[in-house]
């Protein structure tokens, strides 16, 4: 048992559940820790290799049921994303934009053509999917983007851009989301369509090891079936956002317990003043409160996936998994990073790593901000966002 489970969570855990768990870690252990320092220090990474090992063991929309998808449980894919984000946040990010953004609106809101063409092979990881709602100009207020979707007889016609999407440099299929004359609709949108571009954000400071890209959309036709036909209005996007956010709550986690895993070794066997700094009181106090608030997220993370396995999740109720997990495990992340002393800003270790990424974290997928007024429209009855 690890020593970081005070309270013996693992003990609610299904014999599935954690054998999906070690096959997840053990992945991640051979494939992702033995190069992600170069990846996140080069800014590159193999995504497609990634992705096609992802989809090998049935990780890619692996909450999902049918055409090809594992249909796993909400908590199986929530200890998946734990495990992956140990690795990295990046290689995490991958895996949820693909199933939990791209898939997860193919699946939920596409035809049955849509389907077929894309989800078979998206969940075998030939082929990479993105999810375009985030603009230059638009971010937490998504009901203000610019990009425009306008009938030409029975065709579509897309104008505008999108920034921040990861996968998009090598995506096969983009879900854009357009405003047009009868509101809100989302379009799969193949990626080699004329008029669509798709360019690579370097110089990123977090998240070296994901691939993130802006996508401009100059005069995109598109056929009539290439919109998503029970995508209608801004709840659609909206609920795919709260699926990625499910995943995060506990993948946030992942980076905190690499984080807290590696300062409790450091700790141990780092000598200063005649013994080791784990021998210290206020090196125990730290790692004791960071243990407490590690559990107390675990916990939090596995209610919120037995909810969803029940089918009674509410979306103020994932942003209070998204706030508290993620606000935590950065605080976690940088204690841990004055445990290791200057240590903690080498590539050596992976928490300088771990707490840069997690500043993307933070605010992707709905920043803080946002959650504080979801959670705090719940109590009050009231919305602060106009």
């Not at 996140?40 to 090809?68: I, N």
């Not at 989302?186 to 802006?214: N, Q, W, Y």
């Not at 699926?243 to 409790?264: F, K, N, P, S």
Request: charged share 25%; with cysteine; net charge negative.
């Amino acid at each position: 048992m690890s020593p970081l489970d005070l309270l013996d969570i693992d003990a609610s855990l299904s014999e599935e559940e954690r054998q999906i768990r070690s096959v997840v870690r053990q992945l991640v252990d051979d494939r992702v820790r033995p190069h992600v320092a170069g990846w996140y220090e080069d800014g590159q990474v193999p995504a497609r290799e990634l992705a096609r090992e992802f989809g090998k063991l049935g990780l890619l929309g692996m909450h999902l049921s049918g055409y090809g998808c594992a249909g796993a449980s909400a908590v199986a894919y929530g200890l998946a994303c734990l495990e992956l984000e140990a690795g990295d946040s990046g290689v995490r990010s991958l895996v949820s934009v693909q199933g939990s953004l791209a898939m997860y609106a193919i699946w939920r809101f596409g035809s049955e053509e849509q389907k077929q063409r894309w989800l078979p092979a998206m969940a075998a990881g030939e082929a990479i999917g993105c999810f375009g709602l985030t603009e230059p100009d638009h971010g937490s207020d998504p009901a203000s983007m610019a990009t425009r979707a306008r009938r030409d007889g029975d065709d579509w016609i897309l104008n505008g851009a999108k920034m921040w999407i990861t996968n998009a440099p090598i995506a096969d299929v983009g879900v854009i989301w357009a405003r047009t004359d009868e509101g809100v609709r989302g379009f799969a949108v193949p990626m080699d369509t004329p008029g669509v571009t798709a360019r690579e954000i370097r110089h990123k400071m977090s998240l070296r090891a994901s691939l993130t890209g802006e996508i401009a959309l100059d005069d995109v036709r598109l056929p009539a079936d290439a919109r998503l036909p029970e995508a209608i209005g801004l709840k659609a996007p909206l609920s795919c956002l709260t699926e990625a956010r499910h995943g995060i709550v506990w993948g946030a986690l992942g980076a905190a317990r690499d984080c807290l895993e590696t300062a409790l070794s450091y700790a141990t066997t780092r000598t200063q003043f005649g013994r080791p700094l784990a021998g210290f009181q206020l090196t125990q106090a730290k790692l004791a409160d960071m243990a407490v608030e590690w559990n107390k997220g675990l916990l939090l993370a596995l209610h919120l996936g037995r909810l969803a396995d029940a089918g009674k999740l509410r979306p103020e109720q994932v942003s209070v998994g998204k706030l508290n997990n993620v606000r935590e495990a950065i605080a976690i992340a940088r204690e841990c990073r004055t445990i290791l002393g200057a240590n903690g800003v080498s590539g050596e270790y992976p928490v300088m790593r771990h707490a840069n990424n997690l500043e993307s974290v933070l605010t992707y997928e709905g920043t803080s901000e946002i959650h504080q007024l979801v959670i705090g429209q719940r109590l009050t009855g009231l919305s602060a966002f106009a």
